[in-house]
């Protein structure tokens, strides 16, 4: 049985057809990538997930259980948690309340004992742990999104565009994160512009044009597939 | 002693603003509307008490108790009926049902108590301090209300700081929706901020109507625009905006009156807003609210 399963998928924003039928499935354990073009549906399918959007139809499964009516702050007590688009950390707030706010459906001796482990993942956070979020660099302004993220314990992460704004060198520290994080065993559904990235770290990959799945399978075929490189890898 | 005396009052009288306009303040914070019907609330907090003293016979102190449980309802009723339903509704639409409910509130008040002024007995049965020979004399209701409003103050400080439902408040705030993904219930919470701030109009009331003791159906209307104004003036959405806009409004008011004379202290605690507005647009300690692009 997949860990989620999403089937036939519908979601509108009043009378426009963001996602049209999308169905795809995440394993236990796996790391699966939805890419896609800009407005292909990608964000919109992720915040369906976390309960942020109501779909008009089709189904959401979590472990057995449908999603379909679980309020969004119902969701990290299911084991799921969405670091979302743009990271959407609390500016106002310390880089160590942002954490405590990730564990907020956790006792407070859970919270201190997971922030250790944030910590030890992101020393740069610990360093930082007094200071408002809002005046973090972007690179750790991801690490807090994605350390807040965690503060939960999620067995499903979804992350949405991890990589964005972000130079080389941090793109590649926070995908050798995202593996390791899964080595450790969190699955991981992963949403990103940097196909060739996405792609060489992930299992399986779904591809989305225009609120669609046209593409789908094993991600290392996909990232040697000659339409996959030409629409999405730059030749 | 004239000078000292004034200040004394003025603070006092704006430690009362303070205290209702941390209610509109923490109120727009997270539901990003006016409560115009806080005020209101401020009126019924004064009923209850003086229904708890003079006609029940009870004691001050629980006569402000029952005043501060029967405004906490009251402001999650009102929430849950007339503003949950305009989550997400055009700012303008809230607005009017909040004056709506304010109507509303008065209303219902003039038909349960009458429009005859009510003469409210001090919840402070303490005689007044005299110092320097008599020279300045300072009642019991004024001390008692600005050691409230530090007491106030302090403790929502306390909450927002440290408590998690505090936090979880800012965390609401500031983006409802990264809020939920943390797992707070954001409907609950902007509940609880009404809970509050009603219980404070409440307290803010009884204090109000201890030092100015006519007690009628239109009591909050006045109280509440000022302390709208010190909202405002302080930096919308500010905690600490709301103390420091709360007391300077008072004192400007006061020494208004005393130097100018009475019809004049409205028309300049209004210019004040004004002027300041003019130059801080956020208001004294908010924040500069930058247009996404
Ligand atoms: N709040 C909204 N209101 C109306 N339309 C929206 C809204 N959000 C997204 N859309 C539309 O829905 C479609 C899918 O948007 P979505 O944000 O899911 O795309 P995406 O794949 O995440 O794109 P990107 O890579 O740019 O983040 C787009 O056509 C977009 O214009
Ligand atoms: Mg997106």
């Known amino acids: ?235 | 002693m004239g000078f000292l005396t004034n200040l004394i009052n003025g603070i006092s009288l704006g430690s009362v603003y303070a205290i209702i306009a941390l209610g509109y303040t923490m109120v727009y914070g997270i539901a990003k509307m006016l409560n115009f019907a806080h005020g209101d609330v401020i009126m019924v907090g004064g009923y209850l008490c003086f229904i708890s003293m003079t006609n029940l016979g009870l004691p001050p102190l629980v006569g402000v108790l029952l005043a501060v449980v029967g405004c906490t309802c009251l402001g999650i009723v009102v929430e849950r009926l007339a503003y949950k339903p305009l989550r997400g509704a055009p700012s303008l639409a809230v607005l009017i049902t909040a004056i709506g409910v304010s109507y509303f509130l008065q209303n219902s008040a003039l038909l349960i108590w009458g429009a005859n002024p009510k003469a409210f007995t001090s919840v402070i049965p303490l005689p007044s301090v005299s110092l320097f020979d008599g020279q300045l004399v300072i009642s019991s209701v004024t001390i008692a209300t600005v050691l409230v409003a530090i007491a106030v103050m302090v403790g929502l400080t306390l909450f927002t700081s440290r408590t998690k439902m505090g936090k979880a408040m800012r965390a609401c705030s500031e983006d409802k929706g990264a809020a939920q993904l943390m797992g707070i219930n954001v409907n609950s919470t902007i509940s609880m901020v009404f809970a509050i701030g009603s219980g404070l109009a409440a307290i803010a009331g009884v204090l109000l109507c201890s030092a100015y003791p006519t007690l009628m159906p239109t009591t909050g209307s006045m109280p509440g625009i000022k302390a709208f104004t010190a909202a405002v003036l302080g930096g919308i959405g500010s905690i600490p905006g709301a103390a420091l806009g709360g007391v300077l409004l008072g004192i400007i008011e006061i020494f208004a009156k005393a130097y100018l004379g009475t019809q004049f202290a409205d028309a300049i605690v209004f210019a004040v807003l004004i002027v300041v507005l003019l130059i801080r647009p956020a208001g004294l300690l908010g924040k500069e609210i930058h247009e996404k692009v």
């Open chain 1, 1 to 235: 049985m997949s860990m989620l399963k999403i089937t036939d998928l519908n979601v509108y924003y009043g009378s426009i057809h963001a996602v049209k039928g999308i169905s795809f499935e995440v394993e236990e354990g796996e790391i699966v990538t939805l890419i896609g073009a800009n407005g292909a549906g990608k964000s919109t399918t992720l915040n369906t997930v976390a309960g942020l959007l109501k779909p008009r139809s089709g189904n959401i499964e979590f472990e057995g259980q449908s999603l379909v009516g679980v309020p969004a702050h119902k969701m990290v007590s299911r084991g799921i948690a969405l670091c979302p688009e743009g990271r959407r950390i609390f500016q106002d707030m310390t880089v160590r309340e942002n954490l405590e706010m990730g564990a907020f459906t956790r006792s407070d001796s859970e919270s201190l004992e997971t922030r250790k482990r944030v910590y030890e993942r992101f020393p740069r956070l610990k360093e930082r742990r007094t200071q408002a979020g809002g005046t973090l660099s972007g690179g750790e302004q991801q690490m807090l999104a994605m350390g807040r993220a965690l503060m939960s314990k999620p067995k499903l992460i979804m992350l949405d565009e991890p990589s964005m704004g972000l130079a080389p060198i941090l793109v590649q520290e926070i995908f050798d994160i995202i593996k390791e994080l899964n080595a450790q065993g969190t699955t991981i559904l992963l949403v990103e512009q940097n196909a060739s990235m996405a792609l060489s770290i992930a299992h399986r990959a779904y591809v989305l044009e225009t609120g669609r799945v046209s593409m789908s399978g094993d991600a290392n075929d996909l990232l040697h597939d000659k339409r996959v490189q030409q629409a999405y890898l730059g030749g």
